[in-house]
T-cell receptor, first 113, second 114 residues
Framework: DGGITQSPKYLFRKEGQNVTLSCEQNLNHDAMYWYRQDPGQGLRLIYYSQIVNDFQKGDIAEGYSVSREKKESFPLTVTSAQKNPTAFYLC????????????FGPGTRLTVL | AQSVTQPDIHITVSEGASLELRCNYSYGATPYLFWYVQSPGQGLQLLLKYFSGDTLVQGIKGFEAEFKRSQSSFNLRKPSVHWSDAAEYFCAVDPNQAGTALIFGKGTTLSVSS
């Protein structure tokens, strides 16, 4: 079955450590996205990528970094510079940037202790 | 300021009753409009979308939404709610119709009582 996988589902890290969240899709989609979800805040865009080796900052990119070395993979690194990293992180993809129908992964809940 | 507003944070509906979830946007032109549903601890699933044309849009799971340009609204409706509809619902817009980003409302949590 085609879809988006995110791993792990739950992640715990100590304050000051960098952590990388995985996102893989087998939908052959060109565009991929990372969102952060906080209770009562909806979803906010962190980064998005239109094609391999290209990515753009979203609304809340500070303290995060991404890479897009392969079409199917778009990992997100939460760095120690992110002041409040505890949140639910959602990865999404779409056929192309102009195709607004985004498909979401199941999410990773990151807790920084 | 440009925004997407879901005025109701939490709604409780009896099983079998009708449902309407409100969504208002404030953008100059008509954006692309979406409704997503999220079960606890899960990702989001697209219920329906509006790009142009018929202002009444049918989606999955028996949901529909009506675009009203004069009210800048895109309210989600279901004639008869099932207990499995309990979830969080997000309205989203693509203000530039460019797919660069969706702007999400803060969500409405739906509880279903028996």
């Amino acid at each position: 079955d085609g879809g988006i996988t995110q791993s792990p589902k739950y992640l715990f890290r100590k304050e000051g450590q960098n952590v990388t969240l995985s996102c893989e899709q087998n939908l052959n989609h060109d565009a991929m996205y990372w969102y952060r979800q906080d209770p009562g805040q909806g979803l906010r865009l962190i980064y998005y990528s239109q094609i391999v080796n290209d990515f753009q900052k979203g609304d809340i990119a500070e303290g995060y970094s991404v890479s897009r070395e392969k079409k199917e993979s778009f990992p997100l690194t939460v760095t120690s510079a992110q002041k409040n990293p505890t949140a639910f992180y959602l990865c999404a993809s779409s056929r192309e940037l102009a195709d607004n129908e985004q498909f979401f992964g199941p999410g990773t809940r990151l807790t920084v202790l | 300021a440009q925004s997407v507003t879901q005025p109701d944070i939490h709604i409780t509906v009896s099983e079998g009753a009708s449902l309407e979830l409100r969504c208002n946007y404030s953008y100059g032109a008509t954006p692309y409009l979406f409704w997503y549903v999220q079960s606890p601890g899960q990702g989001l699933q697209l219920l329906l979308k509006y790009f142009s044309g018929d202002t009444l849009v049918q989606g999955i799971k028996g949901f529909e939404a009506e675009f009203k340009r004069s009210q800048s609204s895109f309210n989600l409706r279901k004639p008869s709610v099932h207990w499995s509809d309990a979830a969080e619902y997000f309205c989203a817009v693509d203000p530039n119709q460019a797919g660069t980003a969706l702007i999400f409302g803060k969500g409405t949590t739906l509880s279903v009582s028996s």
